[in-house]
């Protein structure tokens, strides 16, 4: 199965919008290039990844409810994420991490939920 731009665009933004809850929860309000990081690469790994790598191979579910692009969109969430971090250094590093790993768990959600 292959999924509209429209479908990838709406998915990227849930996903962006999910990361801003959880940065604005976890991070200082000081912060707030790293809170805009973790919202737009949030979002932008996700459209990325999808708009590449749609196609009806990595659109399958392998697992039940899981396809391969369901887990690797989140990996590429994350990696973004990690290497903002490691190039710039975090307002609150510990924060950071968490606000980091709750965006990934948000992006897993919202690519197994809604594609």
């Known amino acids: 199965m292959i999924f509209s731009v429209a479908h990838i665009l709406l998915t990227s933004a849930i996903t962006s919008a999910l990361a801003l ?40 579910d392998g697992l039940p409810g ?6 690797a969109a989140p990996a590429l969430t ?19 991490r968490q606000a980091r790993a709750l965006a990934t768990l948000a992006a897993l959600a919202v690519n197994v939920i809604t594609i």
């Open 21 to 60: 809850i959880v940065a604005f929860w976890r991070l200082p309000r000081t912060a707030w290039l790293d809170i805009l990081a973790i919202t737009v690469l949030s979002g932008v790994a996700v459209l990325l990844w999808r708009l590449s790598a749609n196609m009806p191979q990595l659109n399958d």
């Open 66 to 71: 899981f396809s391969a692009n369901d887990w």
């Open 78 to 96: 994350f990696l973004f994420l990690t290497v903002f971090a490691d190039l710039r250094a975090p307002a609150d590093p510990g924060r950071y």
